[in-house]
Structures are given as structure tokens and as C-alpha cells.
């Protein structure tokens, strides 16, 4: 079983890059051909962006996970809903946090970044990419926990398959 969930989960993280990479080539190319480069930088921006106040997850998840892993090997399910009760409350502060932040950090990168596109603009699709990742951090990531534990990752990267392909598309 733990041979089969790894081969599946190989080839959902493997869809999962394809997709990701090939729409990032394509939606880089339609920005600067309908856009211009402006807006290419600006989408380069969020994502350095939302990297550096990633820090305030900063390998939480890692360690619930590594705490869960001895309960549900006894199958002490008591003690799994405590740590998980105990990880929602911390992953609830952690994307307060990063709502806070971010949402600070979008508006004061927005209004001193010298570029073409009104600042207006370069907030609001700052603010996009902080919100979306806080809800991964926030609701998404807690989820993952019980499939990563269970080692049925391959289900998590299946949905997230589904909804990056939906993303893209809609980009």
C-alpha cells in the first residue's frame, strides 16, 4: 500500500509541476505580449514577495506532522485530535499573522515600488497573492496534515492538481 501511495503520489506531484510549468510559460508570455513588462515584474515581485513572509509558517507544518506521526501509528486517535485541535488554534495565529503582515506589506511595497502601473494596481495584486496564500496556509495546509500523516499525500496533490489547472485557466 505504501509503494502504491508513493507511485501515486509521484505522478500527481509530477502533473502538478507540469501543469504549473508549462502555465507559467504561457501566462508569462501573454502578460508581455498584452501587458507588457511591467506587469511580468510585478507578478516576479509577489512571488519574492509572498516567499518572505512565508517565514511566519516557518516549518510548523513539518513539526505537527512529525508530531502526529506516533499517535496514529498507535492509532490513539484521542491524542491525533488534541494535536490537531492544538495545530488549528497555531495555524489560525500563524495566518493572522501573515494576513497582518502581508496585507501591510503589500500596501507599503505598493506605494514606495517605482514603476508604470498605478500603485493601485501593484497593491491590489499584492493583496491577491497575500490572501490566496493565507488561505492555504490557513485552511489548506491544516488539512494536508491528516493526508501527509496518513501518507495519502497523493489525494492533497490530486486537489491541488485540480485547482492549479482551474487557477491557470482562469489567469
Known amino acids: 500500500s505504501r509503494t502504491r501511495n508513493t507511485k501515486l503520489l509521484a505522478i500527481m506531484s509530477s502533473l502538478n509541476l507540469l501543469v504549473s510549468s508549462v502555465s507559467s510559460i504561457v501566462i508569462g508570455r501573454i502578460i508581455l505580449v498584452y ?8 507578478n516576479s ?6 516567499m518572505v513572509i512565508s517565514v511566519f509558517e516557518g516549518g510548523f507544518t513539518t513539526a505537527s506532522i512529525v508530531a502526529m506521526m506516533h499517535p496514529y501509528e498507535a492509532g490513539k486517535i484521542d491524542e491525533i485530535n488534541q494535536i490537531f485541535a492544538e495545530t488549528s488554534f497555531k495555524f489560525k495565529r500563524i495566518t493572522t499573522l501573515y494576513l497582518s503582515f502581508g496585507v501591510l506589506g503589500a500596501i507599503g511595497y505598493g506605494l514606495i515600488v517605482r514603476t508604470n502601473v498605478q500603485a493601485a494596481i501593484v ?3 499584492l493583496l491577491i497573492g497575500v490572501v490566496s ?5 490557513g485552511i489548506v495546509s ?14 492533497c496533490a490530486a486537489i491541488t492538481l485540480c485547482f492549479t489547472t482551474i487557477g491557470q485557466i482562469s489567469m
Open 35 to 42: 501587458l507588457g513588462s511591467e506587469y511580468n515584474g510585478i
Open 45 to 50: 515581485i509577489v512571488s519574492q514577495f509572498l
Open 123 to 125: 497593491i491590489a495584486v
Open 133 to 137: 496564500s493565507a488561505f492555504n496556509i
Open 142 to 155: 491544516k488539512y494536508r496534515l491528516v493526508f501527509q500523516v496518513a501518507q495519502k499525500e497523493h489525494i
